[in-house]
Protein backbone atom coordinates (compact mmCIF):
# COMPACT_ATOMS: atom_id res chain seq x y z
CA UNK A 1 0.00 0.00 0.00
CA UNK A 2 1.24 3.82 -0.95
CA UNK A 3 2.81 4.86 1.95
CA UNK A 4 1.47 8.52 1.38
CA UNK A 5 -2.03 7.17 2.32
CA UNK A 6 -4.18 9.49 4.44
CA UNK A 7 -3.94 9.31 8.31
CA UNK A 8 -8.33 8.98 8.05
CA UNK A 9 -8.05 5.57 6.53
CA UNK A 10 -5.83 3.73 8.49
CA UNK A 11 -8.67 2.27 11.05
CA UNK A 12 -10.64 1.41 7.53
CA UNK A 13 -7.30 0.26 6.09
CA UNK A 14 -6.84 -2.36 9.39
CA UNK A 15 -10.31 -3.92 8.49
CA UNK A 16 -9.60 -4.75 5.41
CA UNK A 17 -5.85 -5.84 5.04
CA UNK A 18 -5.15 -9.45 5.06
CA UNK A 19 -3.44 -10.97 7.88
CA UNK A 20 -1.16 -13.27 5.55
CA UNK A 21 0.20 -10.66 2.79
CA UNK A 22 -0.38 -7.13 5.03
CA UNK A 23 -2.28 -6.15 1.42
CA UNK A 24 -5.64 -5.01 0.77
CA UNK A 25 -8.10 -8.08 0.04
CA UNK A 26 -7.90 -9.41 -3.11
CA UNK A 27 -10.69 -11.68 -3.81
CA UNK A 28 -11.65 -13.14 -0.23
CA UNK A 29 -12.63 -15.89 1.25
CA UNK A 30 -14.28 -17.18 4.74
CA UNK A 31 -13.58 -19.50 7.13
CA UNK A 32 -15.51 -21.73 8.97
CA UNK A 33 -13.70 -20.07 11.82
CA UNK A 34 -14.88 -16.48 10.70
CA UNK A 35 -11.25 -15.63 9.80
CA UNK A 36 -10.93 -13.93 6.19
CA UNK A 37 -8.02 -14.30 3.68
CA UNK A 38 -7.15 -13.54 0.01
CA UNK A 39 -8.21 -16.51 -1.89
CA UNK A 40 -4.50 -16.63 -2.91
CA UNK A 41 -3.34 -17.18 0.80
CA UNK A 42 -5.14 -19.19 1.69
CA UNK A 43 -4.50 -21.66 -1.39
CA UNK A 44 -1.11 -21.76 -0.45
CA UNK A 45 -1.66 -22.02 3.18
CA UNK A 46 -3.54 -25.10 2.76
CA UNK A 47 -0.49 -26.59 0.99
CA UNK A 48 1.18 -26.27 4.18
CA UNK A 49 -1.11 -26.81 6.77
CA UNK A 50 -4.80 -27.48 6.69
CA UNK A 51 -5.56 -24.77 9.86
CA UNK A 52 -6.55 -21.42 9.68
CA UNK A 53 -3.39 -19.39 10.01
CA UNK A 54 -4.79 -17.32 12.88
CA UNK A 55 -6.27 -19.59 15.13
CA UNK A 56 -4.83 -23.25 13.80
CA UNK A 57 -8.38 -24.34 13.76
CA UNK A 58 -8.43 -27.22 10.96
CA UNK A 59 -11.16 -26.86 8.00
CA UNK A 60 -11.98 -28.62 4.75
CA UNK A 61 -10.76 -27.29 1.60
CA UNK A 62 -14.49 -26.98 0.32
CA UNK A 63 -15.57 -24.62 3.59
CA UNK A 64 -13.30 -21.67 2.10
CA UNK A 65 -16.44 -19.39 0.65
CA UNK A 66 -16.05 -16.40 -1.16
CA UNK A 67 -16.72 -13.25 1.28
CA UNK A 68 -18.42 -11.20 -1.12
CA UNK A 69 -18.84 -8.20 1.16
CA UNK A 70 -15.60 -8.10 1.95
CA UNK A 71 -14.49 -8.02 -1.63
CA UNK A 72 -16.46 -5.26 -2.39
CA UNK A 73 -15.67 -3.19 0.57
CA UNK A 74 -12.11 -3.63 -0.41
CA UNK A 75 -12.31 -2.44 -4.27
CA UNK A 76 -14.75 0.32 -3.20
CA UNK A 77 -11.68 1.31 -0.30
CA UNK A 78 -8.88 0.98 -3.07
CA UNK A 79 -11.13 3.41 -5.78
CA UNK A 80 -11.99 6.02 -3.39
CA UNK A 81 -8.73 6.09 -1.87
CA UNK A 82 -7.19 6.10 -5.66
CA UNK A 83 -4.57 3.38 -4.00
CA UNK A 84 -2.54 0.82 -5.77
CA UNK A 85 -2.87 -2.95 -3.72
CA UNK A 86 0.06 -4.15 -2.57
CA UNK A 87 1.22 -7.73 -4.17
CA UNK A 88 0.82 -10.99 -2.31
CA UNK A 89 4.00 -11.75 -1.02
CA UNK A 90 5.42 -14.79 -2.31
CA UNK A 91 5.99 -18.18 -0.68
CA UNK A 92 9.42 -17.96 -0.84
CA UNK A 93 9.03 -14.78 1.27
CA UNK A 94 7.04 -16.25 4.16
CA UNK A 95 7.60 -19.50 6.44
CA UNK A 96 5.56 -21.53 5.38
CA UNK A 97 4.56 -22.59 9.02
CA UNK A 98 3.76 -19.32 9.99
CA UNK A 99 3.02 -17.21 7.42
CA UNK A 100 5.76 -14.43 8.80
CA UNK A 101 8.42 -12.84 6.98
CA UNK A 102 11.53 -14.93 6.55
CA UNK A 103 14.43 -13.10 8.51
CA UNK A 104 16.84 -15.30 9.83
CA UNK A 105 19.25 -17.77 8.42
CA UNK A 106 19.39 -21.25 10.09
CA UNK A 107 23.42 -21.93 9.17
CA UNK A 108 22.58 -25.78 10.17
CA UNK A 109 19.42 -26.58 8.66
CA UNK A 110 20.70 -24.20 5.97
CA UNK A 111 17.24 -22.51 5.32
CA UNK A 112 15.40 -18.89 6.05
CA UNK A 113 13.30 -19.25 8.91
CA UNK A 114 10.58 -16.00 10.95
CA UNK A 115 11.15 -14.84 14.39
CA UNK A 116 8.37 -17.70 15.35
CA UNK A 117 10.73 -20.83 14.21
CA UNK A 118 13.45 -19.42 16.81
CA UNK A 119 12.24 -21.69 19.42
CA UNK A 120 12.93 -24.70 16.49
CA UNK A 121 16.15 -23.40 16.21
CA UNK A 122 17.22 -22.77 20.14
CA UNK A 123 20.41 -24.56 19.49
CA UNK A 124 21.12 -23.81 15.91
CA UNK A 125 23.26 -20.61 14.93
CA UNK A 126 21.07 -17.73 13.58
CA UNK A 127 22.42 -15.44 10.98
CA UNK A 128 20.26 -12.29 9.52
CA UNK A 129 19.14 -13.13 6.05
CA UNK A 130 22.36 -10.76 4.35
CA UNK A 131 24.98 -12.54 6.59
CA UNK A 132 23.07 -16.37 5.25
CA UNK A 133 23.26 -15.38 1.95
CA UNK A 134 27.20 -14.38 1.99
CA UNK A 135 27.71 -17.52 3.82
CA UNK A 136 25.97 -19.40 0.89
CA UNK A 137 27.53 -17.17 -1.71
CA UNK A 138 30.46 -17.87 -0.18
CA UNK A 139 30.14 -21.64 -0.30
CA UNK A 140 28.44 -21.69 -3.72
CA UNK A 141 31.55 -19.73 -4.64
CA UNK A 142 33.56 -22.70 -3.33
CA UNK A 143 31.92 -25.18 -5.51
CA UNK A 144 32.03 -23.26 -8.65
CA UNK A 145 35.93 -23.05 -8.18
CA UNK A 146 35.35 -27.02 -7.51
CA UNK A 147 33.68 -27.27 -10.95
CA UNK A 148 35.57 -25.03 -12.40
CA UNK A 149 38.49 -27.41 -11.54
CA UNK A 150 37.05 -30.40 -12.87
CA UNK A 151 36.13 -28.86 -16.23
CA UNK A 152 39.95 -28.28 -16.59
CA UNK A 153 40.34 -32.02 -15.49
CA UNK A 154 37.68 -33.18 -18.05
CA UNK A 155 39.48 -31.24 -20.67
CA UNK A 156 42.75 -32.54 -19.95
CA UNK A 157 41.24 -36.42 -19.74
CA UNK A 158 38.93 -35.84 -22.98
CA UNK A 159 42.39 -35.03 -24.95
CA UNK A 160 44.11 -38.14 -23.08
CA UNK A 161 40.90 -40.41 -24.44
CA UNK A 162 41.32 -38.50 -27.75
CA UNK A 163 45.16 -39.82 -28.09
CA UNK A 164 44.26 -43.12 -26.55
CA UNK A 165 41.57 -43.22 -29.56
CA UNK A 166 44.62 -42.76 -31.79
CA UNK A 167 47.00 -44.97 -29.76
CA UNK A 168 43.70 -47.60 -30.19
CA UNK A 169 43.97 -47.09 -33.87
CA UNK A 170 47.65 -47.63 -33.90
CA UNK A 171 47.81 -50.58 -32.07
CA UNK A 172 45.14 -52.12 -34.68
CA UNK A 173 47.13 -51.22 -37.27
CA UNK A 174 50.27 -52.92 -35.81
CA UNK A 175 48.61 -55.72 -35.05
CA UNK A 176 47.34 -55.99 -38.42
CA UNK A 177 50.45 -55.77 -39.88
CA UNK A 178 51.91 -58.45 -37.72
CA UNK A 179 48.81 -61.08 -38.27
CA UNK A 180 49.32 -60.36 -42.23
CA UNK A 181 52.94 -61.03 -41.89
CA UNK A 182 52.46 -64.19 -39.77
CA UNK A 183 49.76 -65.35 -42.53
CA UNK A 184 51.84 -64.91 -45.09
CA UNK A 185 54.90 -66.75 -43.45
CA UNK A 186 52.38 -69.27 -42.88
CA UNK A 187 51.06 -69.50 -46.60
CA UNK A 188 54.55 -69.40 -47.75
CA UNK A 189 55.25 -72.80 -45.48
CA UNK A 190 52.17 -74.31 -47.06
CA UNK A 191 52.40 -73.42 -50.40
CA UNK A 192 56.33 -75.02 -50.06
CA UNK A 193 54.49 -78.18 -48.43
CA UNK A 194 51.60 -78.48 -51.19
CA UNK A 195 54.74 -78.48 -53.46
CA UNK A 196 57.12 -81.11 -51.44
CA UNK A 197 53.79 -83.52 -51.31
CA UNK A 198 52.34 -82.65 -54.94
CA UNK A 199 56.45 -83.94 -56.09
CA UNK A 200 55.99 -86.49 -53.73
CA UNK A 201 53.16 -87.87 -55.00
CA UNK A 202 54.29 -87.12 -58.74
CA UNK A 203 57.60 -88.93 -58.23
CA UNK A 204 55.50 -92.04 -57.07
CA UNK A 205 53.11 -92.01 -59.71
CA UNK A 206 56.42 -92.04 -61.95
CA UNK A 207 57.54 -94.83 -60.76
CA UNK A 208 54.27 -96.56 -60.82
CA UNK A 209 53.64 -96.15 -64.17
CA UNK A 210 57.09 -97.19 -65.11
CA UNK A 211 57.04 -100.54 -63.15
CA UNK A 212 53.43 -100.84 -65.03
CA UNK A 213 54.95 -99.80 -68.73
CA UNK A 214 57.68 -102.36 -68.27
CA UNK A 215 55.16 -105.18 -66.96
CA UNK A 216 53.28 -104.09 -70.11
CA UNK A 217 56.46 -104.16 -72.44
CA UNK A 218 57.67 -107.57 -70.85
CA UNK A 219 54.06 -109.13 -71.60
CA UNK A 220 53.85 -107.96 -75.29
CA UNK A 221 57.61 -109.59 -76.01
CA UNK A 222 56.10 -112.67 -74.41
CA UNK A 223 52.94 -112.47 -76.99
CA UNK A 224 55.65 -112.17 -79.69
CA UNK A 225 57.57 -115.37 -78.62
CA UNK A 226 54.02 -117.40 -77.80
CA UNK A 227 52.72 -116.16 -81.30
CA UNK A 228 56.11 -117.36 -83.43
CA UNK A 229 55.71 -120.55 -80.82
CA UNK A 230 52.37 -121.02 -82.25
CA UNK A 231 53.27 -120.94 -85.74
CA UNK A 232 55.78 -123.57 -84.94
CA UNK A 233 53.10 -125.81 -83.55
CA UNK A 234 51.35 -125.53 -86.58
CA UNK A 235 53.53 -126.05 -89.19
CA UNK A 236 54.27 -129.19 -87.49
CA UNK A 237 51.21 -129.94 -87.33
CA UNK A 238 50.54 -129.69 -91.19
CA UNK A 239 52.68 -132.18 -91.86
CA UNK A 240 52.66 -135.56 -93.47
CA UNK A 241 51.26 -138.09 -90.94
CA UNK A 242 54.65 -140.13 -90.75
CA UNK A 243 56.66 -137.09 -90.71
CA UNK A 244 54.59 -135.40 -87.76
CA UNK A 245 55.00 -139.20 -85.57
CA UNK A 246 58.86 -138.62 -86.25
CA UNK A 247 59.19 -134.75 -85.11
CA UNK A 248 56.74 -135.32 -82.48
CA UNK A 249 59.15 -135.32 -79.45
CA UNK A 250 61.58 -132.33 -80.91
CA UNK A 251 57.92 -130.21 -81.40
CA UNK A 252 56.61 -131.45 -78.08
CA UNK A 253 60.42 -130.10 -76.46
CA UNK A 254 59.69 -127.06 -78.43
CA UNK A 255 56.22 -126.45 -77.09
CA UNK A 256 57.38 -125.74 -74.01
CA UNK A 257 56.73 -122.41 -72.01
CA UNK A 258 58.89 -122.06 -68.70
CA UNK A 259 57.78 -118.28 -67.80
CA UNK A 260 55.69 -117.83 -64.94
CA UNK A 261 52.02 -116.59 -65.73
CA UNK A 262 51.79 -112.84 -65.96
CA UNK A 263 50.03 -110.96 -62.60
CA UNK A 264 49.74 -107.63 -61.20
CA UNK A 265 53.40 -106.94 -60.01
CA UNK A 266 53.35 -106.19 -55.62
CA UNK A 267 52.79 -102.40 -54.85
CA UNK A 268 51.88 -101.11 -58.50
CA UNK A 269 49.37 -98.60 -57.34
CA UNK A 270 49.74 -95.43 -55.49
CA UNK A 271 49.69 -95.49 -51.80
CA UNK A 272 46.47 -93.25 -51.41
CA UNK A 273 46.47 -93.21 -47.79
CA UNK A 274 50.47 -92.09 -47.22
CA UNK A 275 49.51 -88.88 -49.49
CA UNK A 276 45.76 -87.87 -48.41
CA UNK A 277 45.31 -90.10 -45.51
CA UNK A 278 45.00 -87.27 -42.35
CA UNK A 279 46.02 -84.98 -44.54
CA UNK A 280 45.32 -82.00 -42.77
CA UNK A 281 46.66 -83.32 -39.89
CA UNK A 282 50.18 -84.53 -41.53
CA UNK A 283 50.08 -81.12 -42.98
CA UNK A 284 49.90 -79.43 -39.30
CA UNK A 285 52.11 -81.86 -37.78
CA UNK A 286 54.83 -81.12 -39.83
CA UNK A 287 54.38 -77.15 -39.61
CA UNK A 288 55.23 -77.41 -36.22
CA UNK A 289 58.79 -77.39 -37.39
CA UNK A 290 58.15 -73.73 -38.79
CA UNK A 291 55.99 -72.44 -35.46
CA UNK A 292 57.09 -71.04 -31.69
CA UNK A 293 54.86 -71.82 -29.18
CA UNK A 294 55.20 -69.43 -26.05
CA UNK A 295 53.73 -70.56 -23.14
CA UNK A 296 52.98 -66.86 -21.75
CA UNK A 297 53.49 -63.46 -23.60
CA UNK A 298 54.53 -60.04 -22.38
CA UNK A 299 50.93 -57.84 -22.01
CA UNK A 300 52.11 -54.42 -23.65
CA UNK A 301 49.13 -52.93 -21.51
CA UNK A 302 50.69 -52.93 -18.26
CA UNK A 303 53.75 -52.67 -19.64
CA UNK A 304 55.91 -49.37 -17.64
CA UNK A 305 56.48 -46.61 -19.76
CA UNK A 306 60.15 -46.88 -19.78
CA UNK A 307 59.97 -50.52 -21.48
CA UNK A 308 60.23 -51.60 -24.82
CA UNK A 309 58.59 -54.51 -25.99
CA UNK A 310 59.29 -56.55 -29.78
CA UNK A 311 56.55 -57.06 -32.20
CA UNK A 312 55.60 -60.24 -31.27
CA UNK A 313 55.65 -59.52 -27.29
CA UNK A 314 58.51 -62.05 -26.24
CA UNK A 315 61.40 -59.53 -25.42
CA UNK A 316 61.70 -56.89 -23.41
CA UNK A 317 64.46 -54.45 -22.27
CA UNK A 318 64.61 -50.76 -21.18
CA UNK A 319 63.37 -47.83 -23.64
CA UNK A 320 66.03 -44.95 -24.06
CA UNK A 321 63.18 -42.38 -23.60
CA UNK A 322 59.49 -42.55 -21.95
CA UNK A 323 57.41 -44.31 -24.56
CA UNK A 324 54.31 -42.28 -25.61
CA UNK A 325 51.34 -44.85 -24.35
CA UNK A 326 47.92 -44.49 -22.54
CA UNK A 327 48.22 -44.31 -18.90
CA UNK A 328 45.27 -46.57 -18.86
CA UNK A 329 44.75 -48.28 -15.38
CA UNK A 330 46.64 -51.49 -16.26
CA UNK A 331 49.75 -49.78 -16.75
CA UNK A 332 52.52 -49.87 -14.19
CA UNK A 333 53.92 -46.36 -13.26
CA UNK A 334 55.89 -45.37 -11.79
CA UNK A 335 57.33 -48.72 -11.20
CA UNK A 336 58.98 -50.66 -14.13
CA UNK A 337 57.36 -54.01 -14.06
CA UNK A 338 55.35 -55.66 -16.85
CA UNK A 339 52.46 -58.88 -16.60
CA UNK A 340 51.98 -61.74 -18.28
CA UNK A 341 49.15 -61.48 -21.18
CA UNK A 342 47.73 -64.68 -19.59
CA UNK A 343 45.85 -65.67 -16.02
CA UNK A 344 46.11 -68.85 -14.74
CA UNK A 345 43.18 -70.36 -12.23
CA UNK A 346 44.18 -73.77 -11.73
CA UNK A 347 46.22 -76.56 -13.46
CA UNK A 348 49.90 -76.34 -14.04
CA UNK A 349 52.18 -74.04 -15.91
CA UNK A 350 55.61 -73.16 -16.57
CA UNK A 351 57.79 -70.97 -18.64
CA UNK A 352 61.05 -69.94 -19.18
CA UNK A 353 62.95 -66.65 -19.09
CA UNK A 354 66.50 -66.22 -20.51
CA UNK A 355 67.96 -63.36 -18.35
CA UNK A 356 71.18 -63.29 -19.56
CA UNK A 357 73.66 -61.40 -17.97
CA UNK A 358 71.65 -58.94 -16.60
CA UNK A 359 72.56 -57.72 -13.18
CA UNK A 360 69.50 -57.03 -11.80
CA UNK A 361 65.69 -57.84 -12.22
CA UNK A 362 62.52 -59.83 -10.33
CA UNK A 363 60.57 -62.40 -11.55
CA UNK A 364 57.45 -64.56 -10.71
CA UNK A 365 54.05 -64.36 -10.52
CA UNK A 366 51.49 -61.89 -9.03
CA UNK A 367 47.57 -61.44 -8.16
CA UNK A 368 45.32 -59.78 -11.43
CA UNK A 369 44.70 -57.17 -9.33
CA UNK A 370 47.95 -55.77 -8.28
CA UNK A 371 48.77 -52.13 -7.40
CA UNK A 372 49.93 -50.52 -10.76
CA UNK A 373 49.95 -46.87 -9.99
CA UNK A 374 52.20 -46.76 -6.94
CA UNK A 375 55.44 -47.83 -5.27
CA UNK A 376 55.08 -51.68 -3.54
CA UNK A 377 57.39 -53.50 -1.62
CA UNK A 378 57.41 -56.82 -3.32
CA UNK A 379 55.96 -59.80 -1.24
CA UNK A 380 53.01 -62.38 -1.06
CA UNK A 381 51.55 -59.36 1.34
CA UNK A 382 51.13 -57.34 -1.73
CA UNK A 383 50.05 -60.29 -3.98
CA UNK A 384 53.45 -61.63 -5.70
CA UNK A 385 55.54 -64.37 -5.06
CA UNK A 386 59.07 -63.61 -6.89
CA UNK A 387 62.48 -64.19 -7.10
CA UNK A 388 64.94 -61.74 -7.47
CA UNK A 389 68.37 -60.69 -8.09
CA UNK A 390 70.40 -57.29 -7.60
CA UNK A 391 74.27 -56.31 -6.58
CA UNK A 392 75.17 -59.72 -7.32
CA UNK A 393 72.29 -60.89 -4.70
CA UNK A 394 69.54 -63.98 -4.96
CA UNK A 395 66.64 -62.64 -2.98
CA UNK A 396 63.27 -64.96 -2.09
CA UNK A 397 60.60 -61.93 -2.05
CA UNK A 398 58.88 -64.15 0.59
CA UNK A 399 57.85 -62.39 4.03
CA UNK A 400 61.12 -62.16 4.83
CA UNK A 401 62.83 -61.70 1.80
CA UNK A 402 65.39 -64.62 2.40
CA UNK A 403 68.52 -64.64 0.49
CA UNK A 404 69.33 -67.42 -1.88
CA UNK A 405 72.86 -68.93 -2.37
CA UNK A 406 72.95 -69.96 -5.68
CA UNK A 407 76.63 -71.64 -6.99
CA UNK A 408 76.13 -70.54 -10.33
CA UNK A 409 74.02 -67.90 -12.12
CA UNK A 410 71.72 -68.90 -14.47
CA UNK A 411 70.93 -67.66 -17.57
CA UNK A 412 67.67 -69.27 -17.91
CA UNK A 413 64.91 -69.12 -14.90
CA UNK A 414 62.14 -71.59 -15.12
CA UNK A 415 58.82 -71.00 -13.21
CA UNK A 416 56.55 -73.90 -12.21
CA UNK A 417 53.10 -72.65 -11.06
CA UNK A 418 51.07 -75.80 -9.71
CA UNK A 419 47.78 -74.16 -8.86
CA UNK A 420 46.15 -77.17 -7.24
CA UNK A 421 48.79 -77.20 -4.55
CA UNK A 422 49.67 -73.91 -4.07
CA UNK A 423 53.32 -74.19 -4.84
CA UNK A 424 55.54 -71.81 -7.00
CA UNK A 425 58.25 -73.08 -7.98
CA UNK A 426 62.28 -71.33 -9.30
CA UNK A 427 64.44 -73.42 -11.28
CA UNK A 428 67.59 -72.56 -13.10
CA UNK A 429 66.15 -73.69 -16.79
CA UNK A 430 69.89 -74.29 -17.80
CA UNK A 431 70.86 -76.74 -15.84
CA UNK A 432 67.40 -78.38 -14.36
CA UNK A 433 68.62 -77.24 -11.20
CA UNK A 434 65.92 -76.22 -8.08
CA UNK A 435 66.48 -73.24 -6.51
CA UNK A 436 63.33 -72.40 -4.73
CA UNK A 437 60.04 -73.29 -3.85
CA UNK A 438 57.07 -70.85 -2.35
CA UNK A 439 53.67 -72.18 -0.88
CA UNK A 440 50.69 -70.28 -0.58
CA UNK A 441 47.12 -71.01 -0.78
CA UNK A 442 46.16 -68.84 -3.88
CA UNK A 443 43.08 -67.23 -4.15
CA UNK A 444 41.87 -65.99 -7.49
CA UNK A 445 43.51 -65.76 -10.23
CA UNK A 446 47.45 -65.64 -10.72
CA UNK A 447 49.70 -64.40 -13.88
CA UNK A 448 53.22 -63.72 -14.86
CA UNK A 449 55.08 -60.89 -13.38
CA UNK A 450 58.24 -59.37 -14.90
CA UNK A 451 60.61 -56.84 -13.52
CA UNK A 452 63.64 -57.00 -16.20
CA UNK A 453 65.20 -53.50 -15.13
CA UNK A 454 66.25 -51.05 -17.14
CA UNK A 455 68.73 -52.40 -19.12
CA UNK A 456 69.77 -52.24 -22.52
CA UNK A 457 70.18 -56.02 -22.74
CA UNK A 458 66.55 -57.66 -23.21
CA UNK A 459 64.65 -60.44 -21.26
CA UNK A 460 63.76 -62.83 -23.58
CA UNK A 461 61.02 -65.45 -23.25
CA UNK A 462 62.05 -68.74 -24.07
CA UNK A 463 59.77 -70.83 -26.65
CA UNK A 464 58.25 -74.37 -25.25
CA UNK A 465 58.28 -77.35 -26.72
CA UNK A 466 55.69 -78.38 -29.17
CA UNK A 467 54.31 -82.29 -28.62
CA UNK A 468 51.59 -84.22 -30.65
CA UNK A 469 49.74 -86.36 -28.63
CA UNK A 470 47.37 -88.51 -30.50
CA UNK A 471 44.74 -91.60 -29.05
Same mark, same amino acid.
Given at each position: ?131 ? %???? +? =? $?? &? ?6 ? *?????? !? ?73 ? %???? +? =? $?? &? ?6 ? *?????? !? ?38 IKYYPVAFDPNTASPWLSLSADLTSVKESPERLTVPDNRERFEPIVFVLGAQNFESGKHKWDIIVGDNPKWILGVSKVEVARKKKFTVS ?92
Amino acid at each position: MDEDMPESTLPLRQDLTCPVCQGIFRDPVLLPCSHSFCRECQQKSWQFSHTCPICRVPYEENYAISNRALNDASESFLRQANLRPVQNQTSAEVCNLHLKPLELYCEKDEEPVCVDCVSQHSTHRLWSVRDG %ISMC +K =K $EL &GFKVQIFE *KKVETY !KKMTKKFSNTVEYIKHQAGEAEKRIKAEFERLHKVLVQEEAKRLEALSNEEQKKLEIMQRAIDMAEEDIVKMKEL %IETV +K =K $EM &GNEDLLLL *KNFQSV !KRKAQWDQSDLGFPYDSLIDMGKHVGSLGYNIWKDMKDHIKYYPVAFDPNTASPWLSLSADLTSVKESPERLTVPDNRERFEPIVFVLGAQNFESGKHKWDIIVGDNPKWILGVSKVEVARKKKFTVSPNRGVWALGLSKGVYTVHDEKRTELVVPQSPEKIRIKLNMDKGEVSFWDGGREKHLVTLKYEFKGALCPIFGPGLHSTPMLLAPGKIAVHTS
